[in-house]
Structures are given as C-alpha cells and as structure tokens.
C-alpha cells in the first residue's frame, strides 16, 4: 500500500452528538461558552484554547499558525503577539481574520470570520501581568517571525532581560506586543455526523447589528 493510499483511506465515523436549531444558545458567545466548557472539561484537549488563526497579507497570500485564546466576550475573541510578526503585519494592512477551534476529540468545530481590531492598552497591560515572568522577558527577547543566525541571540537577550528585570520585578508590555480582538461577522457550530452529514449552524450578524441563524449543508 503507497503513503498516497494509506492517507487516502483514514477516516472516522462521528458518532457523539448532532446539533439542531433547538439546541442553540440565543446569542453566538453563550454558546461558545457551553461548547468551550465542555472542551475545557472533557479531559481530552492539552489546549483547549488553541485555535487556529489565518491572515492575508498586502499581497493576498494568506498564512495561518496556532496561538491561544485569552478571553472573549459578546465583543469577540482576543489574542496577544507581537505586533510586528507576520500575523501583526497582516493585521495592519488587512484586519480581517478567521479563526478555528478544532475540538475533534469531541468531533467539533468552532469557525469564526470577522474584521480584527487592536484591545486597548490597559487591557494588554492588564493580561501582561498575568502572565509568567520568564514569558514576559520573552515579549521583550524575540524578534518574532525575523530571520535569526540561531538560537543564542535570544537567550542572551532573554539573560540581560533578567538582569534588568530580575524575578519579582515588575516587567511593563513592549509597545510592540499586545492584543487583537476578532470581531465577528459569522460564528459556525460544527458537530460531525455519520456518514458525512455534519450538522453545520452558523450565527451570521445583520445589516441591522443583530444575529441570525443559518443551517449550512455539510
């Protein structure tokens, strides 16, 4: 049997759940929060909040990388980087993104599209400081998504970063690291099904500010 043939021939029946209209939460963020709870939960995910997010760039091409979720409210889903990485660069010149959510252990998916914009800087500080302290003299080392000769640059930036900012020292965001909030047009609920008919509801936001739901064909 050929690479081509083995690859060809995986595939998994789902058989956990369906999803009907009746099921739904009234608003998109409630019912994120049942099915990230359950994900959060279940014991089946080392990163339940991981989520795939893809850009484009000036040039139209696209790109897409993991990061984390680090909040998200009836206003979206937010995220931190630094803002000069590929993501920040595609996000100045086109604040447009989608996101997903790949729970398959749980035979679902979460698909977000909508328009991108910066949280503001008390709120970036606000999370900075939660975070550990080795992960913020990080922020500050790396020149994300640079080009760099091997990994000693940065672990000599992160060493004269500790002797600046030892443990137990406050250590402030750069100006160049912060947060983007996804800001949603449309939010699909996907729950595999057998043989291929997956259950697919989708929260598209109107013209009018308010939220409508679609059954989309799988």
């Not at 994900?39 to 993991?66: F, H, I, K, W, Y």
């Not at 409210?73 to 980087?81: A, K, W």
Request: glycine residues 10%; neutral net charge; hydrophobic residues 40%.
């Amino acid at each position: 049997m050929s690479d081509d043939d083995r690859v060809a021939g995986l595939r998994r029946t789902y058989r956990r759940a369906g999803l009907s209209e009746s099921d739904l939460a009234e608003s998109w963020w409630q019912q994120f929060g049942r099915w990230f709870a359950e994900a959060a939960e279940s014991g089946l995910l080392v990163e339940p909040n991981a989520m795939v997010l893809a850009t484009a760039g000036e040039d139209g091409r696209p790109g897409a990388r993991t990061v984390l979720l680090k909040g998200y409210d009836e206003r979206g889903f937010v995220f931190y980087t630094n803002y000069r990485s590929r993501k920040g660069r595609d996000l100045a010149a086109n604040p447009q993104a989608a996101l997903v959510f790949g729970w398959l252990p749980l035979e679902r998916q979460v698909v977000v599209g909508g328009r991108v914009e910066r949280v503001s800087r008390e709120e970036t500080a606000a999370y900075f400081a939660t975070r550990p302290h080795w992960s913020r003299l990080a922020a500050w080392a790396s020149p994300q998504s640079a080009v760099i000769p091997s990994r000693q640059p940065l672990e000599e930036a992160v060493a004269e970063l500790a002797e600046r900012w030892p443990e137990g020292t406050d250590v402030p965001p750069p100006e160049h690291w912060g947060g983007f909030r996804v800001v949603p047009e449309t939010v699909e609920f996907w729950q595999g099904r057998q043989n291929r008919m997956h259950d697919r509801l989708r929260y598209c936001r109107t013209t009018g500010g308010g939220w409508v739901v679609e059954r989309l064909a799988p």
